[in-house]
């Protein structure tokens, strides 16, 4: 199955940072660089589902109609996550300033985490009952990597 660079990096973009953790999405862990980041799992997930052309126009269309909604979401987060760094940074530490500035940076969270809920909602549409319960698996599986993978940091960050 072949598919265009320009509809692997918009779709990457838009259902990685629908499924990235909060706590990566917090600190701006797993940012999208030049098309690698942890959108590309998500996107691998959607090609392993061996999509018709007619799955994969319509899948376009869906992510195309929440491209700019998606644009602004992510510019405010930015913008929320360098002011945080900046709070972060100042001498001397003021935690309030810290608390206030990150309850600033909630609700680009959630808006965001909305967004890729309605994405993935119309995209399921799209699919068949055998590739979305496909999908699912897939994403258990990814999930309980990324548990392995952080319960391996915590054991060597104590040690």
Known sequence: ?????????????????????????????????????PGLPGLRMVMDLDLSDTQRDEIRTIVKKYRAEGKEIREDLASAKENMAAVMFADPLDEAAVRSQFQSI??????????????????????TPDQIELMKEMWAERTEKQRRFRKCQQESTIE
């Not at 953790?21 to 797993?30: D, E, K, L, V, Y």
């Open 1 to 37: 199955m072949k598919i265009s660079k320009k509809f692997a990096m918009l779709f990457t973009v838009v259902i990685g940072l629908a499924l990235t953790s909060t706590a990566n999405a917090q600190f701006g862990h797993g940012r999208m660089m030049c098309g690698k980041g």
């Open 106 to 127: 909630v609700p680009q969270m959630e808006d965001l985490a909305v967004l890729g809920a309605r994405i993935i909602s119309e995209v399921k549409t799209v699919l």
